[in-house]
């Protein structure tokens, strides 16, 4: 069994900046390829960013590239998320996933939710104008 419990949301002001935690307590962690999705009020949960076992590969929906940067340090079982710039279309229930050690890692694989076999419960980023 794998467990993912995300931390580090809150309340910050346009501009600010934020770092999410994912701690992943469980077997074979270094195994899994991780991402972060969020979900915006009213609004299907979508792809933010993934990044492979090793940290090696790394990709970013268009609208957070350049402002988002994942990260994961194995040592801790732990990926983050900083965020940097942020802004109110930014506000939502972020989370991440393990994806699915079956699957070959690219771009077409890790945007796609149904791929992820575990999830954690959500951290709540709200950022205000």
């Known amino acids: 069994q794998v467990q993912l419990v995300e931390s580090g949301g809150g309340l910050v002001q346009a501009g600010g900046s934020l770092r999410l935690s994912c701690v992943v307590s469980?077997?074979?962690?270094?195994?899994?390829?991780m991402g972060w999705f969020r979900q915006a009020p009213g609004k299907e949960r979508e792809f933010v960013a993934a990044i492979s076992w090793n940290g090696g590969e790394t990709y970013y929906t268009d609208s957070v590239e350049g402002r988002f940067t994942i990260s994961r340090d194995n040592a801790k079982n732990t990926v983050y998320m900083h965020i940097n710039t942020l802004q109110p279309e930014d506000t939502a229930v972020y989370y991440c996933?393990?994806?699915?050690?079956?699957?070959?890692?690219?771009?077409?694989?890790?945007?796609?939710?149904?791929?992820?076999?575990?999830w954690g419960q959500g951290t709540q980023v709200t950022v205000s104008a």
């Open positions: 469980g077997r074979t962690y270094t195994t899994y390829a």
């Open positions: 996933g393990a994806l699915s050690p079956g699957l070959t890692l690219n771009r077409a694989t890790t945007t796609r939710q149904e791929n992820y076999v575990y």
